[in-house]
């Protein structure tokens, strides 16, 4: 709780030293002369209210839009030694790293992959895919378990909750700003908002929701190392290898994983040039090669 609360309390203060930047860079100044009278203040605060609003409406109803986006069914009963077994292993591993029981599920799709979601590590969703139980062994199967229950308990979910809603929040707040520049500064409209600022500010929003990802992107392949050390502590860091090597083995499979979960599952797929920088995980390589560090 505490990292979320100086997280929140940082973004903040992010925000102020922008507002008191822009004002004192005589932004309002040059706006104003031009006929735009724009409170950046109230603007910050309507822009952070809807970007961190948006984001952690999304983090709040991550676990119901996973059941129903990947058509994954919960465990409540095991009716095989398999779903006996998996329950048994997440419940060991959440043990071992000191969170509750997540819920754990099976999704059906044959491409070897797993994710977790939820709004917070003690209330987590934790599931696999079909065609991952079929064909990794138990061994690099708890392996991938380790890695998911990894990002749980570091709360990745909630990290990059945080870290979306502070780049929607600076979209959302420079790409009206440009908008209003337009607008006013350059068509020299006297009466409200004409089409200009709408159009601008759209394209602006496109231009600086892509820069954000790749923002965004960077920590979540950061976050992918972490949960790969957590996985290796959990497992065992050979075990661990093990599953990222079967994953490159797997990789001739598609990675049929919808785009607002593949940030939290164990492939990500591999992409290049811009497609590269918006990756949610690392190539495999440099994540073996990151565990092999560890035992050298």
Known sequence: MMRIVLFLVTNLAILLVASVTLSLLGFDGIMAANGVDLNLKALLVFCAVFGFGGSFVSLFISKWMAKRSTGTQIIDR??????????????????????????????????????????????????????????FSPDEVRAVLAHEIGHVANGDMVTLSLIQGVVNTFVMF??????????????????????????????????????????????????????????????????????????????????????????????????????????????????IEALQRRVR
């Open 78 to 135: 095991p009716q095989t030694r398999s779903e006996q077994w998996l329950l048994d292993t997440v419940a060991s591993l959440a043990r071992e790293a000191g969170i509750k029981m997540p819920e754990v599920g099976i999704f059906p799709a044959q491409a070897a992959n797993a994710f977790a979601t939820g709004w917070n590590k003690n209330d987590a969703l934790v599931a696999v895919s079909q065609g991952l139980l079929e064909r």
């Open 174 to 287: 420079f790409a009206r700003i440009f908008g209003n520049f337009v607008d006013k500064v350059i068509f020299k409209n006297e009466e409200g908002v004409g089409i200009a600022y709408y159009v601008a500010t759209i394209v602006a929003e496109l231009v600086l929701g892509i820069l954000a990802s790749i923002v965004v992107m960077w920590f979540s392949r950061q976050r992918e190392f972490r949960a790969d050390e957590a996985g290796a502590d959990l497992a065992g860091t050979q075990a661990m290898i093990g599953a990222l090597r079967r994953l490159q083995v797997e990789s001739g499979i598609a990675v049929d994983m919808p785009d607002n979960l593949t940030a939290f599952g164990i492939n990500g797929g591999l992409k290049n040039g811009l497609a590269g920088l918006l990756m949610t995980h690392p190539p495999l390589e440099q994540r």
